[in-house]
């Protein structure tokens, strides 16, 4: 649901490739060209999927499925997957063509060096040519090469190259359904930058976006590209990093993001909540604000804004203080106490610049 409206599903590239597969496969043992094909999904779901052409080349069959997914903002919405297949095999191969990436790094569940075809897509293909060899009793298998249209292209906008898939789009899909629920894929594609990270580093560095990397490089010598940026999934991350197990958590950030966390908010984003002039404003008072000053505070527009009217009450260092203490905190409590993590707070207009301890151990394992 999305602010009372149900929203459509649609289905991913694997269901795409599947599909594609199978229409070039009826046309190889019953030479009829299908407008649309059934086909069953890893939980048993049955969905019919359009297909948009089925070409004989005579040394191949190559079938096309366009993707869909409904109402999520997927960006491989509306790319052609298409499949061509060759008889006669001694044994079966799936295997990637244009537009489908290639891995280059480890840490990814797929071996350097194959296409960016996930394990799930790769078994719904074998059971597929399967059931339909035995049910023709053909002897022989096939090879399946999976292509997308304009993939590399798209590709630019995922991130594929991030995680080492150079070269295109991955054929991904775990129910074979997109769900329209964008948050959710983000937060996976994240994690499988961290995994990629995390295959080559004991230490990770994380921010929330690219605010401060001026800062951050100037102050500490650190280049925020090189860490992973997780947007305002501080909550989900910190959690993952825990099922991980790194030796230790850099986070480095802007404080219009991470005095939230002081909250206790673990979603960053406005839509689930804000609450820094509330924290701002109650710390001020803590230490001694009058009202015409806390009613500054939440009359900011910004917390740039809120920084400087600290700095003009001498409010600025216990009120941080406070906050960094509270930050910190509520970050070793997610992750169980259990890994050790540094934290640097940022501000743009007076560069104010906060960190979780004098000595900032972690920051050796990311200078440039």
Request: glycine share 8%; charged share 25%; proline share 2%.
């Amino acid at each position: 649901m999305n602010k009372g409206q149900v929203l459509k599903k649609g289905y991913t590239t694997g269901t795409c490739a599947l599909s594609a597969c199978k229409a070039a496969l009826i046309y190889f043992f019953e030479k009829i060209k299908k407008e649309s094909v059934e086909v069953k999904l890893p939980k048993g779901d049955i969905l019919n999927i359009p297909v948009k052409s089925v070409i004989d080349y005579g040394d191949y069959i190559e079938s096309t499925v366009v993707k869909e997914s409904g109402d999520d903002p997927d960006v491989t919405n509306g790319i052609e997957i298409v499949v061509q297949i060759y008889a006669g095999q001694d044994e079966l191969i799936i295997d990637g063509g244009y537009g489908v990436g290639r891995v280059t790094k480890e840490g990814l569940k797929i071996p350097v060096g194959q296409a960016a075809i996930n394990q799930v897509p790769r078994d719904m293909i074998k059971n597929q040519v399967e059931t339909i060899c035995t049910e023709y009793k053909y002897n022989k298998s096939f090879k399946v090469i999976i292509n997308a249209k304009n993939g590399e292209e798209i590709a630019k906008k995922t991130f594929n190259e991030r995680l080492g898939i150079i070269g295109g789009i991955s054929i991904l899909g775990t129910t074979g359904i997109v769900e329209p629920m964008s948050e959710k894929a983000l937060v996976e594609s994240i994690k499988k930058e961290i995994d990629v990270y995390l295959a080559g580093n004991d230490y990770i560095l994380i921010t929330p976006g690219n605010y401060g990397k001026e800062a951050a490089y100037n102050h500490f010598g650190i280049d925020l590209e090189k860490g992973v940026k997780i947007s305002n999934f501080i909550g989900e991350i910190l959690d993952y990093l825990l099922y991980k197990n790194p030796k230790g958590i850099l986070l480095i950030g802007h404080a219009g993001k991470l005095s939230k966390v002081a909250g206790g908010i673990m979603n960053t984003h406005s839509s689930y909540a804000d609450c820094r002039h509330e924290i701002f404003a109650s710390y001020a008072a803590l230490y001694g604000a009058r009202q015409k000053v806390i009613e500054e505070i939440f009359n900011a527009a910004t917390t740039d804004e809120i920084d400087y009217i600290l700095i003009k009450n001498n409010l600025h260092e216990k009120v941080w203080q406070k906050i960094m203490g509270n930050v910190v905190e509520n970050i070793n409590r997610r992750l169980d106490n259990k890994i050790k993590c540094e934290v640097i707070i940022f501000t743009n207009k007076m560069q104010t610049i906060k960190q979780s301890s004098k000595d900032l151990e972690l920051i050796k394992y990311f200078k440039d």
